[in-house]
């Protein structure tokens, strides 16, 4: 908000424009996100998840460009970029084309209501958490779309599976952050997260602030939903044990098989884009978003301007340290069979997570 | 309903455990080398590129009749009367001038058959193990030590040689012949 | 308005992750159950039958190498065993010894690729390497040895190509001393894993019977819970001298003869691998291992059928000799090639993510099935 308001204030005294100013203001707010946070997260992501996995089996992975491969990101996605774009003769072109974006564009709008800090959240609506869940649910289209277009049974399996699942491990994620809605009443990230402020048992995880007999009945039931929303977030982005869509060991990749070049890209972008967004929302629901757990340093030393930015190093730590676990997750579990897939949500997480929203609202009541 | 919460039970500890496991390798150093830049000390019995050592071949084409792949081609001239060939190091006289002894490692099968019925173990392996190429034809190895104006030489020898025997032969042949053309005769 | 439907038919592989080499499988597909499973084959046939006719007995032996290439030790010792019957030589203990030990240690990589595979085809990653990484260990001791990786041409007819290395006995120790603790590690990371049980307990059950009709052998028969073993029941080389256990499927976490099952009985026989080792490096006699090697095989007239347990299953060889120098005909029994005619009948109405687990837990080795 801050940065939007510095850059209208800059462009309308340049051009002394209003809608010019705006629009100026609101395309470069935009896209500071993807430039500082997401393109940068990726190619450290991608390159921390190789990094991961390669240690934990014992293995070096990617050693040559760069100390230790740091730049093997860089190299692959300039690779990627000189590919030859291959689009297979019977495939339906503009579908084809058109959903990578879609995909891409689907993640990437979920970062426009992410609270990265006090002073920079891209949109501050005040139903953030509700189009979070509605951009994401937004994807399943380009996937559907890059699966039907593809041609290619592998594909499409892969794009019908990956619809039932996004769609399935919604209900569960809903219902999980309705019972903070019922505590906190308030959809908007923001004040959540201003919430959760002071110290680290003032977070949701440990049911919130305040010192009433209701915060300790809270914490069982809060870890228990935390446990859904995260198992149910990862179905979300495909990842192990829920990656059923890609699965390379059934569908090849399911469906981005056909795809070659910064199409193919695209994807990778959007999936790990989504990785970090899901755990940003995680910690923005359940562990205090920006704030930090044991104060600020700004504080102390009587420098408020440092705060923001402790605030913006502390959400991305707590969304990176999230999507740590999913790749430590991913390198240590099988992968689940579509149906059992369908069981573990509509058996247990549903279930589950109505049993605790039940109880969570009889004790907000009590 | 007991065994619901048993599986639920079962999926959480089971899964901590393997991550318990994972997350125990993160801190065991990694088995895997930097091949090119670091490379592991072979072992002795090593069965890599095929080498030929000329200056102990006999000629005797055992290892090409025991290849189960075909892909050693000798070719020998014998040698004329007076000519020296010397030694092999385990003393074993050379009476064969070897032209050809082409061996086309793109066939070669490393399974060390050729080695053990040499007489003067001069087709061993070695430890060398990068020697791809670009084009096929290159990987045809000639080991023949002599030059090509050699062996023309000792062909035309062998073949003068050859010439003279059956020229002498011959001569004897025509000594006789009439006496067997008579005999065919009655 | 009538809706028609119609099956898909969906084509897995020749290049496919998981069909372990170039297998196809022609899936008829009812949205994703499997009404039917045409295995093709052939596509990594390479004559190796007709080509033994023009080869001598010795020459046979780099392309037995090649068939189950998992467990070439296993092919040579077969085909060594059969033509030694056939010739009717007495061999030195130490070379029935040092068989054994190869034998069982190729087992072990071969399980190892088993499993890890196996675990792969599921979707873990992590195990498939660590498996690799210890039979890594193992192609050392290999090649120590002999000199090669893969394809050793190490067990001759008569004998074996080298002594063992000096540092042989020492190593296997150690790395026996290093691998009893990987199983209860790949224990802990895989089979007791739940997501795994979900995958694999009541998958591709096989009766004790259907395995049998079909002529199953190996682990996959085992798996069905029927003790049968070759190294036992048909004893050949020195096996009757060691004490060993032969694991079978229990139905621990399903039925008996599901796929758990059948992947849980090559973990076990890893175990009494190792114990069949110990007790030969321990009773390992002294002696020569080429002395009893003909100069020039040329066995007379008639034909033999041996077997051995290999890895995969009964391997058997039935040599047809004329009396020349090479067989008249060898005809060989690939226990992968049997295991696979059973897909169909496991397949039926399970989903394709399935046929992966299915298709693993039967662990064929393309290179034997076609020859």
Not at chain 1, 115 to 143: H, M, Q
Not at chain 2, 37 to 45: F, G, Q, Y
Not at chain 3, 119 to 128: E, L, R, V
């Amino acid at each position: 908000m801050i940065i939007y308001d510095f850059l209208y204030k800059f462009v309308f005294n340049i051009t002394q424009s209003a809608a010019i100013g705006d629009i100026t203001a609101m395309i470069i707010s935009g896209a500071l996100p993807l430039l500082i946070l997401v393109l940068p997260f990726t190619l450290v992501a991608v390159w921390l998840e190789r990094k991961v996995s390669a240690h934990m089996q014992d293995r070096l992975g990617p050693m040559r460009t760069g100390s230790h491969g740091w730049l093997q990101t860089v190299a692959d996605l300039i690779k990627l970029l000189q590919k030859e774009d291959i689009v297979a003769s019977d495939n339906d072109r503009p579908l084809f084309n058109l959903a990578p974006i879609l995909v891409f564009a689907g993640s990437y709008l979920v970062f426009a209501a992410l609270p990265f800090s006090s002073a920079y959240i891209g949109s501050n609506i005040d139903l953030g958490i509700i189009f979070i869940i509605a951009a994401s649910g937004f994807v399943v289209a380009g996937i559907l779309m890059a699966g039907w277009s593809s041609n290619n049974k592998y594909s499409l399996l892969g794009a019908m599976r990956s619809a039932a699942q996004i769609i399935s491990y919604e209900i569960p994620t809903i219902l999980v952050i309705l019972t903070i809605i019922m505590i906190t009443g308030t959809t908007n990230l923001r004040t959540l997260s201003e919430m959760q402020t002071g110290h680290f048992w003032n977070w949701m995880i440990f049911g919130g602030a305040g010192l009433s007999l209701s915060k300790f009945l809270f914490i069982p039931f809060m870890l228990i939903g935390f446990v859904i929303l995260y198992i149910s977030t990862l179905a979300e982005v495909n990842r192990t044990p829920f990656d059923i869509p890609e699965a390379e060991s059934e569908l090849v990749s399911g469906y981005h098989t056909e795809y070659s070049g910064m199409k193919f890209a695209m994807f990778f972008l959007a999936e790990y884009a989504n990785m970090f967004a899901v755990s940003a929302i995680v910690s923005a629901i359940f562990f205090g978003g920006y704030q930090s757990p044991i104060g600020y340093l700004g504080n102390t030393l009587g420098l408020p301007w440092m705060i923001p930015i402790e605030q913006f190093l502390w959400f991305a730590s707590k969304g990176v340290f999230f999507v740590l676990v999913q790749m430590w997750l991913r390198w240590t579990l099988p992968r689940l069979r579509v149906d059992q897939l369908m069981a573990l949500c509509w058996k247990y997480l549903i279930p589950i997570a109505f049993v605790n929203l039940i109880i969570v609202g009889l004790i907000t009541v009590l | 309903m007991k065994e619901y919460f048993q599986n639920i039970w079962y999926g959480l500890t089971t899964v901590l455990i393997g991550m318990r496991v994972t997350f125990k390798h993160l801190f065991v150093p990694a088995v895997t080398i930097q091949y090119p830049d670091v490379k592991l000390k072979l072992p002795e019995r090593e069965r890599n590129r095929l080498y030929v050592n000329m200056d102990d071949c006999i000629g005797c084409d055992q290892c090409a009749r025991a290849c189960p792949v075909d892909c050693i081609a000798i070719e020998t001239v014998k040698s004329i009367p007076g000519e020296d060939l010397g030694k092999t190091s385990n003393g074993k006289k050379k009476a064969l001038w070897v032209t050809k002894f082409d061996i086309d490692i793109a066939k070669c099968c490393f399974c060390q058959l050729c080695v053990f019925p040499c007489p003067t173990e001069c087709i061993y392996m070695t430890d060398v193990f990068e020697f791809s190429e670009f084009e096929r034809d290159k990987l045809v190895y000639n080991f023949v030590t002599l030059t090509q104006s050699e062996i023309e030489d000792k062909k035309a020898n062998y073949a003068k040689l050859e010439a003279e025997k059956a020229a002498q032969k011959a001569a004897n042949a025509t000594s006789v012949k009439p006496a067997e053309k008579e005999e065919n005769k009655q | 308005m009538a809706i028609k439907t119609e099956e898909m038919v969906l084509n897995m592989g020749p290049q496919h992750p998981s069909t372990h080499g170039v297998l196809r499988l022609e899936l008829v597909l009812e949205g994703e159950i499997i009404q039917k499973v045409i295995p093709h084959i052939g596509y990594l046939h390479r004559c190796f039958e007709k080509h033994c006719e023009a080869m001598t007995y010795p020459q046979v032996i780099p392309y037995t190498d090649r068939m189950d290439y998992l467990a070439a030790m296993g092919n040579e010792f077969g085909y060594a065993i059969t033509v030694e019957k056939l010739l009717g030589i007495q061999l030195p203990e130490r070379v029935e010894y040092i068989r054994v030990i190869m034998g069982e240690l190729q087992r072990i990589a071969s399980h190892l690729v088993a499993i890890g595979t196996y675990g792969a085809d599921i979707g873990a990653m992590t195990p498939f390497l660590f498996a690799f990484r210890d039979r890594e260990v193992i192609l050392n001791l290999f090649e120590i040895t002999c000199g090669a990786r893969m394809l050793y041409n190490y067990i001759w007819v008569g004998g074996l190509s080298h002594d063992l290395h000096p540092d042989f006995v020492r190593l296997t120790r150690e790395f026996i001393k290093y691998f009893r603790p990987k199983i209860v590690e790949m224990n802990e990371l895989l089979s007791t894993n739940r997501i795994f049980i979900e995958r694999t307990a009541n998958v591709g059950v096989l009766p004790l019977e259907t395995a049998i009709n079909f002529g199953i052998t190996g682990p996959m028969l085992r798996g069905s819970g029927f003790k049968w073993d070759l190294r036992r029941d048909d004893t050949y080389s020195v096996y009757n001298k060691f004490d060993f256990d032969i694991p079978v499927g229990e139905g621990k976490v399903g039925t008996v003869g599901d796929c758990w099952d059948r992947y849980y009985v090559r973990i076990l026989e890893m175990g009494e691998s190792l114990k069949i080792i110990e007790q030969a490096l321990d009773q390992l006699p002294e002696g020569d291992v080429t002395s009893a090697i003909p100069k020039r095989i040329k066995p007379p007239v008639g034909s033999v059928y041996k077997r051995v347990e290999n890895p995969r299953g009964e391997l058997g060889y039935f040599i047809i000799s004329n009396g020349t120098t090479s067989p008249f005909r060898v005809k060989v029994r690939a226990p992968s090639f049997v295991n696979l005619g059973i897909m169909d009948v496991l397949c039926k109405n399970h989903m394709v993510a399935d046929v992966i687990a299915i298709l693993g837990s039967v662990d064929i080795v393309l290179g034997e099935v076609d020859r």
